[in-house]
């Protein structure tokens, strides 16, 4: 089975706090993915990467940065955490060499007061 | 960019019932997920499933590719299956999902 796991159910921070959110995967995937859950937005990308040191933009990804040192870790960073980046954090993982499936850890709440 | 729609938002049953829940989507996808959100948040994989029909106990679902909609069934429902169910494609060559905005499910025991 996929295994994708996550630092943190949950955590709250305070405002201006530098946060780094972790994601580890144990299928050897390559592709690895942070996406922000709002209510009325539903789920949105952060960041995607599809190798080591690799990364791409998503559909927000201001205000945050990523890190991919090694295969199975994508860390998500928050420089200066704010208010509006309280939200519902998920990770995902797919295969490239396979169907793409993607696969989500279970999902960090971050609260920033 | 690939739109995806679904229907009906919210739907409400009695536990036993059979729903429907309906995803639409704009272009030609080689990927299609559908996820049940769990009350604690977590996405768990139901069925990978850009095209065909596939069955997994109670729960089944149909890809008619050619007509842009997939369908996925839930018989004999259980209160453990509330939640939101989301669809999710990606187009040939983009690894990125595009989400649904769900349909909220609740049943009612």
């Known amino acids: 089975d996929v295994k994708v796991t996550q630092s943190s159910r949950y955590l709250v921070k305070r405002t201006g706090e530098k946060v780094f959110l972790e994601c580890v995967q144990d299928?050897?995937?390559?592709?690895m993915f942070w996406y922000r859950q709002d209510p009325g937005l539903g789920l949105r990308l952060i960041y995607f990467?599809?190798?080591?040191?690799?990364?791409e933009k998503g559909d927000i990804p201001e205000g945050y940065s990523v890190s991919r040192e090694k295969k199975e870790r994508f860390s998500l960073i928050l420089e200066s955490a704010s208010t509006n980046q309280t939200s519902m954090y998920l990770c995902?993982?797919?295969?490239?060499?396979?169907?793409?499936?993607?696969?989500f850890g279970p999902g960090t709440r971050l609260t920033v007061t | 960019g690939i739109q995806v729609e679904q229907s009906p938002p919210d739907l409400i049953l009695q536990e036993g019932a059979n729903s429907t829940l309906r995803c639409n989507f704009s272009?030609?996808?080689?990927?299609l997920q559908w996820f049940h959100q769990n009350p604690w948040g977590q996405l768990i994989n139901l069925f990978y499933?850009?095209?065909g029909t596939k069955q997994n106990g109670r729960l089944s679902a149909t890809t008619v590719a050619t007509e842009r909609y997939s369908l996925l069934y839930i018989s004999s429902s259980q209160t453990t299956d509330s939640g939101v169910y989301f669809c999710?494609?990606?187009?040939?060559?983009?690894?990125?999902?595009?989400f649904g905005t769900g349909t909220r499910l609740t049943i009612i025991p």
């Open positions: 299928m050897d995937h390559e592709n």
């Open positions: 272009d030609s996808v080689n990927n």
């Open positions: 990467s599809y190798d080591v040191k690799m990364k």
């Open positions: 995902a993982s797919s295969s490239r060499a396979a169907t793409y499936e993607q696969y």
């Open positions: 499933i850009p095209s």
């Open positions: 999710a494609v990606a187009y040939f060559g983009n690894e990125k999902l595009t």
